[in-house]
């Protein structure tokens, strides 16, 4: 039996990206057509697979500056002991032709497990930012990103598991 609990890291790029905090949630979904003909009414006689979309979306737990760069696809500007970072709009910016490899390894007794056989490998994963920052006195903030995967060269979307098997 494999009953698991706990957090993961997230490594994009092979750079852990650092807390998070509200979980991490991937998810792996197939689309499909339903073929039907008018001989066999309303119902589908079959249903073909047309696409499996792969994401992943987490909150970052530190809201400084370089997440906000990291977030939005650009860099923190410095001059002197001032700091900030600019949004573009970014249209027409390729999330497939700007992406990298995402790796999801949970925690196994407290820490990052090194067991490869554990982890979600995604071989190109584009960011989205999707941001909220709420101040108050009991919600903390966070910046939300959604990574989509893109299908690599091979056609391979994700890997669960060791890679290298």
Request: proline share 4%; hydrophobic share 40%.
């Amino acid at each position: 039996m494999s009953y698991e609990l706990g957090p993961c890291q997230i490594s994009y790029d092979n750079t852990d990206i650092g807390p998070t905090v509200g979980g991490v949630t991937i998810s792996l979904k197939e689309d499909s057509a339903d073929l039907k003909t008018d001989q066999a009414g309303t119902q589908p006689i079959d249903s073909v697979i047309t696409g499996t979309a792969a994401t992943i979306e987490c909150s970052l737990a530190s809201i400084d500056l370089a997440n906000f760069a990291f977030a939005h696809k650009t860099n923190v500007i410095t001059d002197g002991t001032k700091q900030k970072v600019v949004i573009m709009p970014n249209v027409g910016m390729s999330l497939r032709d700007n992406a990298k490899k995402l790796i999801v390894k949970p925690y196994v007794n407290g820490v990052v497990t090194t067991d490869a056989n554990k982890w979600y490998t995604f071989p190109l994963a584009g960011i989205k930012a999707d941001e909220e920052v709420t101040y108050n006195a009991d919600t903390q903030r966070s910046i939300k990103l959604t990574f989509t995967a893109f299908a690599d060269d091979t056609g391979t979307i994700a890997i669960l598991g060791d890679e290298t098997a």
